[in-house]
């Protein structure tokens, strides 16, 4: 039995996505803080439980049966609460008697136990100590973060605002990494090991270039020298700095196959269909 914790969000669902494509949905257990949000689970017959990071015992019933448990990480910000979350998921999962711990962790927290990478250094210490077998996804952020259906608002100007710097961006999509963690999930030869994934490295220049393909219009990329506002501001400065030009292998050779390319990310993000205007 695989059983997945924090299910019902957006990453989770993908992995259910993946998991039901390549095993029985009998063998698929949502772990989630509120059932009745995932019905649609239930209807495609995977067994839904009711899993809590803030409550461990019923973490402990969610996890009973697991041969492998994917342990999404938290979506709380603050870093003292994530870690104690994490770690009664681990210690309810040892409890439990679960085989194997699969942790999406993110990328050089093995190196860096301190900003957006503290909590995950923390789980990873505490993973090695609990003595238990487990593997370590270790994400990039999100491809989505920059390619999302605000770009047809670039190609409907003819300009892209650029506040990279020109520097390389490694991102990955969630698509991609849901793939992959539904892999390790069910190939034992990619158990016990600790992956770094990324992207394939790509600018804003090229992703200029890619948007003049898929929609056929040209588009200009722009240096944009004002701070963009919230989170998109920080992720900038992080990409100014060099720190998401980190490259490794890893995510293709889990895949057995590429991951998804700029063109075909930014024509899959141009030929959506937009949701319809509220009446």
Known sequence: ????????????????????????????????????????????????RLGDYDDPATLRAAFTGAERLLLISSPELETAHRVGQHKAAVDAARAAGVGSIVYTSFLDADTQPEGVTAAHHATERHLLASG???????????????????????????ELADGTGGRG?????????????????????????????????????????????????????RDRHDRAPGAQGWLEEQVRSGALE??????????????????????????????????
């Open 246 to 279: 980190r490259q490794t292998d890893d995510l293709p050779n889990v895949l057995g196959h590429p991951p998804t390319t700029l063109d075909q990310a930014v024509t899959a993000i141009l030929t959506e269909t937009a949701p319809a205007a509220p009446a």
């Open 169 to 221: 961006v490694n991102t990955a999509l969630r698509g991609d990494l849901a793939e992959a963690a539904a892999r390790v999930l069910t190939e034992d030869s990619l158990l016990g090991r600790a992956y770094d994934f990324t992207g394939a490295l790509w600018t804003y220049d090229q992703l200029a270039h890619a948007l003049s393909r898929a929609s056929g219009r040209p588009v200009v990329r």
């Open 1 to 48: 039995m695989i059983v997945l914790s924090a299910a019902s969000g957006a990453f989770g669902r993908l992995v259910i996505d993946q998991l039901l494509a390549r095993c029985p949905a009998d063998r698929v257990v949502a772990a989630v803080r509120d059932p009745r949000r995932a019905a649609d689970l239930t209807a495609r017959g995977v067994q839904v």
């Open 132 to 158: 238990m077998p487990h593997t370590l996804l270790r994400h990039p952020f999100y491809s989505e973060a920059f390619l999302n259906p605000g770009l047809r608002a670039a190609v409907a100007s003819g």
